[in-house]
């Protein structure tokens, strides 16, 4: 029923730009808080942006002004523009979408390869 499916990774050069899609279904999307997650090799995943049901963002240190997190909230959408992408942007990205009280959702990634 409740579903979050990533689209848009891709391998991309350094320097380039790339768009992630998270498209959302089964819940109420419009009162979650939304974020995009990512997980390196042999890494912890660690929160890249979030963006609250009120429209308010916050970014990783190592995002910031480089990435764009937004929501369409009669698309059931959200988006991660990514530009300046760097090889350690490389990573498999995960949607997720939280509220108070509620076990937070998950969907199952999408692969991003910056090359150099």
């Known amino acids: 029923q409740v579903q979050l499916v990533e689209s848009g990774g891709g391998l991309v050069q350094a320097g380039g730009s790339l768009r992630l899609s998270c498209a959302a279904s089964?819940?109420?999307?419009?009162?979650?808080?939304m974020a995009w997650y990512r997980r390196a090799p042999g890494d912890q995943r660690e929160l890249v942006a979030g963006i609250t049901s009120g429209l308010s963002t916050n970014y990783a240190d190592s995002a910031k002004g480089r990435f764009t997190i937004s929501r369409d909230n009669a698309k059931n959408t959200v988006y991660l523009q990514m530009n300046s992408l760097k090889p350690e942007d490389t990573a498999v990205y995960y949607c997720n979408a939280k509220r108070v009280m509620i076990s937070p959702f998950w969907g199952q990634g999408t692969q991003v390869t910056v090359s150099s």
């Open positions: 089964g819940f109420a999307f419009r009162i979650y808080d």
